[in-house]
T-cell receptor, first 110, second 112 residues
Framework: SQQGEEDPQALSIQEGENATMNCSYK?????LQWYRQNSGRGLVHLIL?????REKHSGRLRVTLDTSKKSSSLLITASRAADTASYFC??????????FGTGTRLKVLA | KAGVTQTPRYLIKTRGQQVTLSCSPI?????VSWYQQTPGQGLQFLFE???????NKGNFPGRFSGRQFSNSRSEMNVSTLELGDSALYLC???????????FGSGTRLTVV
């Protein structure tokens, strides 16, 4: 079963704007990871946040985690056309597998 | 360092045939996982291996199998292919289960 649900399913913004994507999950986790996928190719790892962390930054990316609400958000600041892709969150179930969200399709217009 | 390498990149097979996909993890990574991605079902977990042992298996029929070798390289096999097996198959590796999981570029399998 799909644990992660992402919101919105699709997002279209202008270059330079910020993009926020949300991910919700159902069970307790050890960590949550965010990925980017371009046009059905492989997944590119963006950031890992552990259950005892509340926020992490990496370049233009900011990830938050709220374990009480079982949710996470990914913020991309000052977006670029090259950020156009699908974004997925993945949560571990503690049994050697990750469950992926349904993904958010981001389109950044130049 | 080299990333996760999957071969082949593209594959076309006929219904009823079998196929073997290969994955070489990042050097030093001992955990290897496989995922299937389709437009309808999204990313679905197939199985995970660590030190040649399968530690978990997803909800797929027995036609899907895998193995891991002593050098951590992994293969997955699909027998008696069905049209619905057409998908992007992704391999991932990590140092440990709770670490960063890196993915390969995938193998695009088309069953005709």
């Amino acid at each position: 079963s799909q644990q992660g649900e992402e919101d919105p399913q699709a997002l279209s913004i202008q270059e330079g704007e910020n993009a926020t994507m949300n991910c919700s999950y159902k069970t307790s986790i050890n960590n949550l990871q965010w990925y980017r996928q371009n046009s059905g190719r492989g997944l590119v790892h963006l950031i890992l946040i552990r259950s005892n962390e509340r926020e992490k930054h990496s370049g233009r990316l900011r990830v938050t985690l709220d374990t009480s609400k079982k949710s996470s958000s990914l913020l991309i600041t000052a977006s670029r056309a090259a950020d156009t892709a699908s974004y997925f969150c993945a949560t571990d179930e503690g049994t050697y597998k990750y469950i992926f969200g349904t993904g958010t399709r981001l389109k950044v217009l130049a | 360092k080299a990333g996760v390498t999957q071969t082949p990149r593209y594959l076309i097979k006929t219904r009823g045939q079998q196929v073997t996909l290969s994955c070489s993890p990042i050097s030093g990574h001992r955990s290897v996982s496989w995922y299937q991605q389709t437009p309808g079902q999204g990313l679905q977990f197939l199985f995970e291996y660590f030190s040649e042992t399968q530690r978990n298996k997803g909800n797929f029929p027995g036609r899907f199998s895998g193995r891991q070798f002593s050098n951590s390289r992994s293969e997955m096999n699909v027998s008696t292919l069905e049209l619905g097996d057409s998908a992007l198959y992704l391999c991932a590796s990590s140092l440990a289960y709770t670490g960063t999981v890196e993915f390969g570029s995938g193998t695009r399998l088309t069953v005709v």
